[in-house]
């Protein structure tokens, strides 16, 4: 059989597993990236990982993904282990709300969510002694859950993929392509013209350019800027504590996570507009009312006070030490695209991970491989001895099912 070549175009997380996954299944693979391997939002993320969401398909993909992540060693054939799996805890203060997220773990557990669990009034207590006893009723706690180290997925992603025959082309943007009908032939970089039988977008926040330069659909995947903050510890709460907490969000949807036993990262999504023509400067660009020096009005401080009044012994940390930024490529549903685009045949979107690209990298990397191998949209991929229905993660669905476990 002759030798099938594919394009990859970006070289983040999805980028790399993805090369590494084809490559694994006999494609000869050529990964452009327009600056550095890791110049996007791989290198500027939480990377948090959790099987708990509400769309089933999604439970069952990241825990494909969590197990994947686990045999990180095995499956790289190197390296060092990127998972930290100090759980994921989802903290309610409404009765309401305690019973919506009641209802969302009945939808885990069917999904083969065993582990996770609803801590209530004393156990919840108990189990997590510095949460605010007065404010909160109820969490639901999956210990399998965590956060990665993404500087490991892609580096090492990439490594194993060229070990296994991929090249990989830096300072390659994508800015043009050639056409035949309905199939693309090549693509145009500085760096030369790369022509292959099938071409992959995993160019993320950028896809909508991306769509335009291939003239394939734009899908409505928005680049929203977003912020992390990171806290020094100081107070009451030990190194040993802070390093074993689990990324907590607070009803009010802040969150927080250790960046290490000495740091606490925090987070909180915004209202904002998409900035379709994001430069890569903009991703670090800090504005002034999110910037903890701007003094004490600044977005940070508020988010720090609110996360306080869930976990009290995080206010008499030592104040922010760091402020970093990014961009998520949101959609209308929050769950991401791994289909074939609609105008083009040879061309597999693997877009719009609105938050959760570091967790979806080895789901979307399986994903794009059964894609591949199909040639044409697939309703179904084999996982763990199912067939996982994918049709949540196609173009053109209604979004009628949308994600409701949304950070
Ligand atoms: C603040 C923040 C917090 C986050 N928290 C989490 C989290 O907790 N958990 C989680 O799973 N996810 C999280 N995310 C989202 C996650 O980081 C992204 O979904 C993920 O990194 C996307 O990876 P990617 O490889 O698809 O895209 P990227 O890493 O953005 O890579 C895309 C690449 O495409 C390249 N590119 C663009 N255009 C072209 C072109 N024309 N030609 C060639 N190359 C091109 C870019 O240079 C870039 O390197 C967070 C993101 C941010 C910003």
Redesign the pocket.
């Known amino acids: 059989m002759a030798v099938r070549s594919a394009v990859i175009?970006?070289?983040?997380?999805?980028?790399?597993l993805t090369a590494r996954e084809l490559s694994l299944a006999g494609w000869k693979v050529t990964v452009?990236?327009?600056?550095?391997?890791?110049?996007?939002?791989?290198?500027?993320?939480?990377?948090?990982?959790r099987q708990q969401f509400s769309t089933p398909a999604t439970v069952r993909g990241m825990r494909y993904s969590v197990g994947w992540y686990r045999r990180f060693t095995e499956e790289i054939e190197d390296g060092t282990c990127p998972i930290i799996q100090n759980g994921y805890l989802f903290l309610h203060e409404a009765p309401a709300r305690w019973a919506s997220a009641l209802a969302v773990v009945a939808v885990q557990r069917a999904a083969g969510l065993a582990e996770v669990e609803a801590l209530e009034g004393e156990e919840l207590w108990r189990r997590f002694p510095w949460v605010d006893r007065e404010r909160c009723i109820g969490g639901t706690f999956c210990p399998t859950d965590g956060?990665?180290l993404?500087h490991l997925v892609?580096n090492e992603g990439m490594r194993r993929a060229r070990a296994l025959g991929a090249e990989v082309v830096q300072s390659?943007?994508?800015?043009s392509a050639e056409r035949t009908g309905d199939r693309v032939t090549a693509v145009h970089?500085p760096k030369g013209v790369f022509e292959a039988d099938l071409f992959l977008d995993?160019?993320?926040?950028?896809s909508r350019?991306?769509g335009r330069?291939l003239g394939a659909v734009e899908l409505p995947v928005d680049p929203l800027k977003?912020?992390?903050w990171f806290l020094a510890r100081g107070g009451s709460m030990t190194a040993e504590t802070l390093g074993t907490l689990p990324?907590t969000i607070a009803p009010t949807g802040v969150y927080c996570r250790p960046e290490n036993a000495e740091s606490l990262l925090i987070?909180k999504l915004h209202a904002t507009p998409p900035e379709v023509a994001f430069t890569?400067e903009d991703q670090d660009r800090v504005e002034p009312e999110f910037a903890p020096t701007s003094g004490t009005d600044a977005v940070p401080w508020a988010l720090w006070a609110e996360l306080a009044e869930f976990l009290p012994a995080v206010g008499e940390f030592d104040g922010f030490s760091a402020v970093?930024?990014?961009?998520?490529?949101t959609t209308p549903d929050h769950n991401p695209f791994l289909d074939y685009d609609p105008e083009i045949r040879n061309l597999i979107r693997?877009?719009g991970?609105?938050?959760?690209?570091?967790?979806?990298?080895p789901f979307t990397a399986w994903v794009a491989r059964h894609l591949a191998e199909a040639g044409k949209r697939i309703a179904t991929v084999p996982l763990d001895g199912h067939d996982l229905d994918v049709s949540n993660f196609h173009i053109g669905r209604t979004y009628d099912s949308h994600e409701q476990l949304v950070?």
């Open positions: 175009i970006g070289g983040g997380i999805t980028g790399a452009l990236e327009a600056k550095h391997v890791g110049a996007g939002s791989s290198s500027r993320t939480a990377a948090g990982i956060f990665l993404p892609y390659a943007p994508v800015l970089t995993c160019t993320n926040a950028w350019r991306t330069i977003r912020y992390l990324l987070g890569y970093t930024s990014g961009f998520y490529g693997l877009v991970f609105s938050g959760h690209g570091v967790m979806f990298g950070i």
